[in-house]
């Protein structure tokens, strides 16, 4: 399974833009992309999944890179709420659901 | 909405105590999973299992076992308690993968203190 290596924290300021970059050099031809964001004393929530290209819904936006060795989660204009822990995962593909956690980004929002 | 539930949000227990955290989904998921989080080390998968009576080990299997008699619960069993399995505890559940299908559905977690 690849291994993903993100920012440990990120800071920001409400109303502004986030990207968090996500590197997985690794990435199987079956691997697809999948953020989770987890808050304090709650279990992770799924909140996009790609596998190319661009995808965007209520929450974030994905842009993955031809090459897909890499892919930034796009939060537009964060408030205070969207202060949480980021997960990048690769896999799912053909590995029957399994997926790998790492460490995840820390995004502290401030007033 | 998917809803997984899980029987305690925080334990107590003793060294050498047996365990049991149950999970229980009311989605007709196929494969369901128990990870473990710990500050720094982010989430680490325990076991899982594709469907009932079958099981698989993670990354860290050693110390748990788990049970999955009926498609919607899984139980995941501490034989003899130690302190370095003092944790926070999170069941998730997901389709049968089918490509993109593989989003895993968490619950709230249990907080295990083993004294």
């Known amino acids: 399974l690849a291994k993903t290596t993100q920012p440990i924290s990120m800071d920001s300021y409400e109303g502004q833009e986030v990207n968090i970059t996500c590197s997985h050099n690794?990435?199987?031809?079956?691997?697809?992309i999948t953020w989770y964001q987890q808050f304090p004393s709650q279990g992770p929530r799924f909140i996009i999944q790609?596998?190319?290209t661009k995808v965007t819904n209520e929450v974030a936006s994905l842009f993955i890179p031809a090459d897909r060795k890499s892919s930034t989660l796009s939060l537009p204009r964060v408030s205070l709420s969207d202060t949480a822990v980021y997960y990048c995962?690769?896999?799912?593909?053909?590995?029957?659901?399994?997926?790998?956690f790492g460490q995840g980004t820390e995004l502290s929002v401030k007033p | 909405d998917v809803k997984v539930t899980q029987s305690s949000r925080y334990l107590v227990k003793r060294t050498g105590e047996k365990v049991f955290l149950e999970c229980v989904q009311d989605?007709?998921?196929?494969?369901m999973f128990w990870y473990r989080q710990d500050p720094g080390l982010g989430l680490r998968l325990i076991y899982f299992s594709y469907d009932v009576k079958m099981k698989e080990k993670g990354d860290i299997p050693e110390g748990y076992s788990v049970s999955r008699e009926k498609k919607e619960r899984f139980s995941l069993i501490l034989e003899s308690a130690s302190t370095n399995q003092t944790s926070m505890y999170l069941c998730?559940?997901?389709?049968?993968?089918?490509?993109?299908?593989?989003?895993?559905?968490f619950g709230p977690g249990t907080r295990l203190t083993v004294l």
């Open positions: 995962l690769v896999g799912g593909g053909n590995q029957g659901g399994k997926l790998i």
């Open positions: 790609g596998y190319k």
């Open positions: 690794n990435i199987a031809t079956n691997d697809y």
């Open positions: 989605m007709d998921h196929e494969n």
């Open positions: 998730a559940s997901s389709l049968v993968a089918s490509g993109s299908t593989d989003t895993q559905y």
